[in-house]
């Protein structure tokens, strides 16, 4: 089935259906929206204000992962140089920003959560960083941004590329380091740069080809620079362009679907970035925590929390019993075709 490349207006395609770039602009931003139509809204208009969208030099593509219908995703469609995919299930974080950068020409990859505030002439600071970061170090294939607490602080958004040491080690640290480096203002190359707004050069997006869809959600960021790394790219940090980031994870309390999210995404980046041994004794201690959290879910008599425990106990059994493929196609099912949206 062919999408329709219009301009204007919602395409509902298939995943790896073909793409045609809007027109030859300089850099693509790709908003993966779920249930966030008030802040994609806010967003898109917040980015609209830079000279480089009103020069034609902007393209956004917001990809919409199954979320009810909303009427601001009608004026979304009305936007100049805005594109809008819609699909009848939440396929995850990583497959979505594939879809919405297919197909595109231009010098630039931008990803944006829509949970980001921008200032007026950000996407020009975006590009006047990009241009001069590769004067400087011309490998460097991802750029990240100052990210902020919405009350001015900053807030981490890079970290050293997990092994099985620092992950065990990070367990003892206050949740917002468990991932992260603490905050530091110098600009300088680092290991990874959070995916809530990221820059990718075309050369990088080319060589890599995509996020690896494998990933539902967390940790595709990290193991897109592990592997880009690996390739001989650099990951630069650019403070000096600053976002607000409103709802990171380390700031909520994590609800039991996202535990599973966050535990079977560090599980496949065990999976594919350490040894063997290490991603086996990972996969058992991970598979002990889901055990004692049934438990503990059920004598407090909380049964949806129950359920997620015992659902992540069953996809860590199914991968580490060799079903690989198996346990990634039921954790997109479970995640990804309305058993988010239960509540624990």
Known sequence: MKSKGRIRGSVKAPEGSPRVALCQTVIRVVIVNYRQWTSTKDLVRNLAKSHAFQAGKVEIVVVDNGSPHNPLSDKLKRIHNLRLYQSG????????????????????????????TVGEGFLDRVLASGASTQKV???????????????????PSTGPFPSFANTLFRQFLPRRLRKYHLPFRQNGLVDWTSGCCLLISKGCWSELGRFDPDFFLYYEDVDFCHRATQRGWRIFLDRSVTAVHHHPLHRRKVPSHLRVATRMALHTYSRKHWAAWQHRIMSFIMLLEARFGAWHSRTIGNWVAESWWTSLGALLQDSMHGKTSTSIRRLFALLGTGELNRKG
Do not use: C, K
């Open 137 to 155: 170090h011309p490998n460097v294939g991802v750029i990240g941004f100052g990210m902020l607490d919405p009350e001015g602080s900053i807030q």
């Open 89 to 116: 299930y939440n396929r995850g974080f990583a497959r979505a920003v594939n879809t919405g950068a297919e197909g595109y020409l231009g010098e630039w990859l931008l990803l944006l959560n829509p949970d980001i």
